[in-house]
């Protein structure tokens, strides 16, 4: 017997904010908005989804686990995610193929470079 992934719970001290952020950076919708916690999914119907719940604290370490994305061009959603209100964030990368960003709440996430085919 194996399990399903059904989610992934992100701390946040705007989950509203943060959600539509991420939504909006993934092309994903708010499934569920409630005062105690937001979901996304790409469809409703569709897992996993990201959830995103109220802490009171803001984070304070490099993350330990994170999203890596990988878009068509990287440049050019460096550049969207940045103007949408992400940042560059150094956490001792070195010289990557990859762009380490942080979303508004400082939770780092790479843009990968694009596959080779």
Known sequence: MTSVWENLT????DPSRLAHWWAE????QVVSEKPDEVEI??????LPG?????????KETKNRLHLDLRPANQEAEVERLVDMGARHVDIGQ????????ADPEGNEFC?????EE
């Open 94 to 101: 070195g010289d990557v193929g990859w762009t380490v960003l």
């Open 50 to 58: 990201i959830v995103f719940v109220p802490v009171t604290q803001a």
């Open 25 to 28: 950076a993934l092309g994903y």
């Open 111 to 115: 843009v990968l470079r694009e596959r």
């Open 41 to 46: 999914r790409r469809a409703p119907d569709q």
């Open 10 to 13: 992100v701390d946040a001290q």
